[in-house]
């Protein structure tokens, strides 16, 4: 039996369809709250207000707790005028749905919290508590930390801006305490014609040593480096560029070096916990009276046996007769240029977060920004905070991808 041929309707005809696309949302308009810093020794600010200026005039509500900048030496009549409202209720300006802090959230804040809110603020990972971040969980907070954002080049802007300031700063508290009026050795922090320069121990040669060293240099001090990386011992001198006297850490060639300097700078550090102490009392029982050890991993700890924790407001104690300055967090000393320095990463990643359609969005575009992350929605999403707290982890790619 012979197949009939299928009859083709004419009654009805093909049309390519056009290629749909992943369009962006349209950009959404962010209402930013800023609060006053009530943490130890916080004195500076998020944004300032030439970057509240700039949010606001793109269509953004800010609003500023009273006084938030007054650490910094702003007013709240500088906010004002560029739009930004002042509040006098802390619980109020945690009611934005996105909360900027130049500090990490302290317990004080957790009832404050709101559900599903934005919070951009650093993390101490080495002062975290279980409790703030299981609250936060609960409260389906996504949390992102400005320390660990990384720029298109894959730095960390904050860290380096932060670890500049506090580098810069170490030789002028250097000069100030080795001077007699502060019962320092009556030495002047350089090198004058004719008398041996003053000699200078960096421990740690990260962007703080890098620019302490940098610094002593341009001083005309006579510098030495140690550090427990090799690489980055070679790092330091490229970027110097000139050859600078360096050691891995050996104590006997450690111990020496410090028996013989006037200043002693620690900046070594782990990326989580506490930094590894390498320099013994019996180290520093040995060193000149009268020197001085600035330790700046006092945050985590310190690198130095004898060092304890000290404040702005008495910044020194005397332990074997040697000058000792363990104040944490030293750009907060420097506040008004701490705040700019994180105003200006701030600022355009908030229009980036609101050009892209919200924080949802911009973290399916930008895998700098998911980098920051480790709160998302109220999953925890960093790896270290769940094995240091026994919490449950949830990878952030899996959890983006989830939501598409």
């Not at 740690?204 to 040593?209: F, K, L, M, P």
């Amino acid at each position: 039996m012979a197949t009939s041929k299928p009859v083709i309707s004419t009654s009805f005809s093909y049309e390519t369809l056009e290629e749909t696309l992943d369009v962006k949302p349209q950009g959404t308009q962010l209402e930013i709250g800023i609060p006053k810093e009530i943490a130890f020794q916080e004195n500076r600010i998020a944004l300032t207000p030439d970057a509240v200026g700039v949010l606001v005039s793109n269509g953004h509500s800010v609003v500023v707790e009273h006084n938030a900048g007054e650490g910094s030496h702003y007013k709240d009549k500088d906010y004002s005028e560029v739009g930004a409202k002042i509040l006098y209720s802390r619980a109020d300006v945690f009611k934005a749905p996105v909360l900027v802090k130049s500090a990490p959230v302290v317990e004080e804040d957790l009832p404050l919290l709101q559900l599903n809110q934005t919070i951009i603020s650093p993390i101490h990972y080495s002062a975290l508590k279980s409790e703030i971040i299981q609250k936060m969980m609960e409260r389906k907070i996504t949390a992102l930390s400005f320390e660990n954002l990384k720029d298109d080049s894959g730095t960390y802007p904050i860290v380096r801006s932060m670890s500049e300031i506090a580098g810069g700063a170490l030789m002028l508290i250097a000069g100030q305490y080795l001077s007699s009026f502060n019962k320092g050795k009556g030495v002047l922090l350089g090198s004058i014609s004719g008398i041996p320069p003053t000699k200078v121990v960096v421990v740690g040669a990260g962007i703080v040593g890098e620019v302490a060293t940098r610094n002593a240099l341009a001083l005309g001090a006579s510098v030495k480096v140690f550090d427990n990386n090799v690489y980055r011992l070679k790092q330091l001198q490229n970027n110097l560029g000139q050859r600078v006297w360096t050691s891995v850490l050996e104590p006997k060639i450690l111990a020496k070096q410090l028996k013989t300097c006037e200043v002693a700078i620690g900046a070594l550090s782990n990326e989580y916990g506490r930094a590894p102490v390498v320099v013994t009392e019996q180290m520093v029982a040995a060193m000149r009276p009268g020197s001085i050890i600035i330790d700046v991993a006092i945050d985590r700890g310190g690198c130095f046996e004898t060092s304890e924790l000290t404040s702005h407001e008495n910044p020194t104690f005397l332990k074997h007769d040697v000058i000792h300055y363990c104040v944490p967090n030293i750009p907060s000393g420097f506040a008004r240029t701490a705040s700019q320095a994180i105003s200006n990463v701030l600022m355009p990643l908030l229009i980036q977060i609101s050009d892209e359609g919200g924080i949802d969005e911009i973290v399916w575009h930008n895998l700098n920004m998911r980098e920051g992350i480790y709160l998302f929605k109220g999953a925890l999403t960093d790896f270290y905070i769940s094995q240091k707290f026994d919490l449950k982890f949830t990878d952030l790619s899996l959890l983006i991808a989830s939501r598409r």
